[in-house]
């Protein structure tokens, strides 16, 4: 069975940061570009950042130059470095597995419980 | 970056009936790279279609996608209970991937 677990969220002050962790098993993890996509409390969903097998990566607007993806393919694992957290950031942040295996643009097919992340004094 | 707008913003209907959402994209998405999902309450989103009319494996029938360019549709020809939920489209036609705002489809 394909699944995807997140850890690493936590209560920290504005100015902080934290590395999220995502464990995949049950695929080939290194075929697979992989997602973070965050939704704040009551809101809707906003993809935040991805990352090829190769480790290409792309990032929304509101999180360039705070946040930074990365994996670990010899761990099956995603990571997600988020600095500098302002209020806005706080969200539950979901990773999402790629539905098509290579680099190329695709949906997301797979995704964790999420793990939250609160900003807050 | 591309901005979906969808509607409506709630869609208040009863089971049995059919359920028409729609996403509009403020420019024409490559390749029709669309893809709709859903997400029940304290779960994680659910991918249905992808490339913009294309079933995810074990959706059932009665869940549809249409359209092309900026106009995408997701119908729900006769609605059962469990389809209640938040309905939201996605674009993956260029390297920054955005989401609609979601519809909420409630019960009448």
């Known amino acids: 069975e394909v699944q995807l677990l997140e850890s690493g969220g936590g209560l920290v002050q504005p100015g902080g940061s934290l590395r999220l962790s995502c464990a995949g098993s049950?695929?080939?993890?290194?075929?697979?570009?992989m997602n973070w996509v965050r939704q704040a409390p009551g809101k809707g969903l906003e993809w935040v950042s991805r990352?090829?097998?190769?480790?290409?990566?792309s990032y929304a607007d509101s999180v360039k130059g705070r946040f930074t993806v990365s994996r670990d393919n010899s761990k099956n694992t995603l990571y997600l470095q988020v600095n500098s957290l302002r209020a806005e950031d706080t969200a539950v942040y979901f990773c999402?597995?790629?539905?098509?295996?290579?680099?190329?643009?695709?949906?997301?097919?797979?995704w964790g419980k999420g793990t939250t992340v609160i900003v807050s004094s | 970056e591309i901005v979906l707008t969808q509607s409506p913003g709630t869609l208040s209907l009863s089971p049995g009936e059919r359920a028409t959402l729609s996403c509009r994209s403020s420019q024409s998405i490559n390749s029709n790279y669309l893809a709709w999902y859903q997400q029940k309450p304290g779960q994680a989103p659910r991918l249905l279609i992808y490339g913009a009319s294309s079933r995810a494996i074990g959706i059932p029938e009665r869940f549809g996608g249409s359209g092309s360019g900026t106009d995408f549709t997701l119908t729900i020809s006769r609605l059962e209970p469990e389809d209640f939920a938040v309905y939201y489209c996605?674009?993956?036609?260029?390297?920054?991937?955005?989401f609609g705002q979601g519809t909420k489809l409630e019960i009448k």
């Open positions: 999402a597995k790629s539905y098509y295996y290579g680099s190329g643009s695709s949906p997301m097919d797979v």
């Open positions: 049950g695929f080939s993890f290194t075929t697979y570009a």
């Open positions: 996605q674009q993956y036609g260029n390297s920054l991937y955005t």
């Open positions: 990352i090829t097998g190769g480790g290409f990566t």
